[in-house]
């Protein structure tokens, strides 16, 4: 059974900071996925990765993949409170992804 | 730029009774899903949709849930005898390609909120 874990699930930073949130899954896939929630909100497509070594970047959002070590990292660069949000990972898996637990972002002014 | 869109965008239903949910995908859009997301929790993996059949559906997709499209725009689920359990939000979302290469990416709509009392 696929496992998709995030760390940490819960992020308290002052804004101006750099941050990593990590993204580990079980078994092997080279489709990964990073989507972002505002309460209340859908799911917003932020990256798509779809190769090992595969790296993109948006503005203050860079995400990588790893699929030797099965891992996908979110970095934030100098946050900004725009960027307060929930924050999944998503696996590819046949006709499905499977999700990660979030990482709840909050970011201080 | 192209959207999924569904309705209701929040419907209350008593117990036992039955749900349709209706979506209407990217238009150009082949592959089709369904998940869902219980308050403050992860995004569970329903069903998938391709080509007029089911591709996949999940252990939660149980013989009280149903997908159609029934003409060429729409994409429901119906839940046939509703229970508390199933209160949650429910996202549509469609995609160009299987979910294994380019235009693999999944777009969501902004989802249906579902209370059952």
């Known amino acids: 059974e696929l496992k998709v874990e995030q760390n940490p699930l819960f992020l308290s930073m002052q804004e101006g900071k750099n941050y990593t949130i990590y993204c580990n899954y079980s078994t092997t896939s080279d489709r990964l996925y990073w989507y972002r929630q505002d309460p209340g909100k859908s799911l917003e497509s932020l990256f798509v990765l779809l190769s090992n070594g595969a790296v993109k970047q948006e503005g203050r959002l860079m995400a990588s993949l790893d699929t030797k070590a099965r891992l996908s990292t979110l970095h934030i660069t100098a946050a900004v409170h725009d960027l307060s949000a929930t924050y999944f990972c998503a696996v590819g898996s046949n006709y499905q992804l499977i999700w990660g637990a979030g990482t709840k972002l909050i970011i201080k002014p | 730029e192209p959207e999924v869109t569904q309705t209701p965008s929040h419907q209350v239903t008593q117990m036992g009774q039955e749900v349709i949910l209706r979506c209407v995908p990217i238009?150009?859009?082949?592959?089709f899903y369904w998940y869902r997301q219980i308050l403050g929790q992860k995004v569970e993996f329903l069903v998938s949709?391709?080509?007029?059949?089911?591709?996949?559906k999940s252990e939660i997709f149980d013989d009280q849930f149903s997908v159609e499209r029934p003409d060429g725009s729409n994409f429901t689920l119906k839940i046939r005898s509703t229970k508390l359990e199933d209160s949650a939000m429910y996202f549509c979302a469609s995609s160009e390609a299987g979910t294994g290469g380019p235009g693999g990416e999944l777009f969501f709509g902004e989802g249906s909120r579902l209370t059952v009392l």
């Open positions: 238009s150009n859009h082949l592959y």
């Open positions: 949709f391709y080509n007029n059949e089911i591709s996949e």
